[in-house]
């Protein structure tokens, strides 16, 4: 599903260049799930940007469900976004006019389905804010807020889900039931998942994981298993 070669991202200020990003090398199957790891400042949000084709790298390689970003464009990395990727982000990007209904079913009639009231309201129930459909962000509490963003995620049934610190807003309790149905949803849709977090706790439920310093990769290696210690097979 993801595989990365050589990766660097280099950036111009007016004294100096920056180098953000460090001969990144990985890659991942499909149906697996990948925590990138590290302290504050370190390129793990960067990383994300560039394996979502959100950004351009400037040096290496990114294979995406087959594709090399860097002989896309602008468009055509959109469109391959639209068509595979999923997003969850910390500040939860809800649209605060629109309902959690509205705002689940955007990205669906944006890809020009027709049934996405339907897909959308079913997404909602399964996250179980099937009494939230007509309420607006600020009527909704944070972790609510956030089954909304994971509902619109997985409505249009994606390839893989890019989440950057999905959980990072969230009170513990909070952001563990987040967790939990995070990873229920991921198994039960067999999506690869990509996810962001300063949480060790969190990054040791997927089944990899990717740490940096200062924009270097440290170690890309199988997390052991929460539940019993040993490294997944």
Excluded at 79 to 91: K, P, T
Aim: charged share 20%.
């Amino acid at each position: 599903m993801l595989a990365v070669r050589g990766l660097g991202k280099t950036v111009s200020t007016a004294v100096e260049k920056l180098n953000l990003l460090h001969d990144i090398e990985f890659s991942l199957p499909a149906g697996a799930s990948l925590a990138i790891v590290g302290s504050s400042g370190s390129g793990k949000s960067t990383l994300l940007a560039l394996l979502a084709g959100l950004d351009q790298a400037s040096r290496g390689q990114i294979t995406l469900a087959g594709k090399d970003l860097g002989s896309l464009n602008e468009d055509q990395r959109a469109e391959l976004r639209g068509q595979i990727s999923g997003f969850v982000f910390q500040s939860f990007q809800l649209l605060p006019e629109l309902s959690a209904l509205e705002n689940t079913m955007l990205p669906l009639e944006l890809a020009g389905k027709k049934d996405a009231s339907t897909r959308a309201t079913e997404w909602l129930e399964r996250v179980g804010l099937s009494h939230r459909l007509a309420h607006t962000p600020r009527q909704l509490s944070g972790g609510e807020q956030q089954r909304v963003a994971l509902a619109r995620a997985f409505a249009s049934s994606p390839k893989i889900l890019f989440a950057d610190e999905p959980t990072g807003s969230l009170d513990a309790a909070t952001g563990t039931a987040i967790a939990d149905l995070l990873f229920q949803l991921n198994t039960e849709t067999q999506t690869t998942l990509v996810l962001v977090t300063h949480d060790e706790k969190l990054a040791a439920r997927c089944g990899w994981q990717l740490r940096l310093s200062a924009g270097t990769q440290l170690e890309f290696s199988k997390a052991p298993s929460p539940s019993t210690g040993k490294t997944p097979e």
